[in-house]
């Protein structure tokens, strides 16, 4: 069985879920205020966003493939352009988020993320939106939202001061692409020898930040 299978993405997606409550359980009352690598978001912000964008996740598939992802994507607009509005999408639903500790939020996003991967297998091939003539199906979204876990994973370690790395980035990676074509091709020069760092970069992270770590 291929790896990039169905099977191979939901173990994936799951183990990215597994990881970030692992993380989760390291921070204390004073580290949820530690910066992370998302400009602006301290550890807690991060975990509100994570339980934001899990719910969001239910919304898009709820109403595929006519959600308000789907109309967004339709307009075809440029990538950054793109990147702007969900950037401030994310700021609303955390800002209209009620406040709350890091480890509740998480708890929620836990719940919220396992009870989406457990809807995807049936929807698996369906549209979910498209992209200048590009479908992406339920499927493909799925392996966004993997890798999407599995940054925000790393995003968690290196708030504690940790490094973290996917068991399989490769998969990770390709989950990624499958899911976002507005993003491909944009970046030239990468290293081919480690695709982590890649889609690092091209989610917008410095792989270096912060520059001390255990």
Not at 28 to 44: F, K, N, Q
Not at 158 to 184: C, F, H, I, M, N
């Amino acid at each position: 069985m291929s790896r990039a299978s169905p099977a191979g993405v939901l173990a994936a997606y799951r183990d990215g879920i597994t990881v970030i409550c692992e993380l989760a359980a390291q921070f204390t009352d004073a580290t949820w205020l530690a910066a992370t690598p998302c400009a602006e978001w301290r550890a807690v912000d991060l975990a509100g966003h994570l339980r934001c964008v899990a719910d969001d996740y239910h919304e898009y598939l709820d109403d595929a493939p006519a959600s308000r992802l789907a109309r967004l994507m339709s307009t075809n607009a440029p990538a950054d352009s793109l990147a702007r509005k969900l950037a401030r999408q994310n700021a609303a639903e955390l800002a209209a988020l009620p406040d709350a500790p890091g480890p509740e939020h998480i708890m929620a996003f836990a719940e919220s993320a396992l009870s989406y991967g457990r809807r995807l297998l049936p929807s698996w091939d369906l549209p979910h939106h498209s992209y200048r003539g590009t479908g992406v199906t339920v499927g493909a979204m799925a392996g966004a939202a993997c890798a999407e876990w599995h940054l925000h994973a790393w995003d968690l370690a290196r708030s504690l001061g940790k490094d973290y790395r996917p068991a399989d980035p490769e998969l990770v990676l390709a989950a990624w692409q499958a899911g976002t074509p507005q993003l491909w091709p944009v970046l030239t020069g990468w290293d081919a020898d480690d695709p982590w760092h890649f889609l690092l970069t091209l989610s917008g992270r410095d792989p270096g930040w912060p520059q001390m770590l255990e």
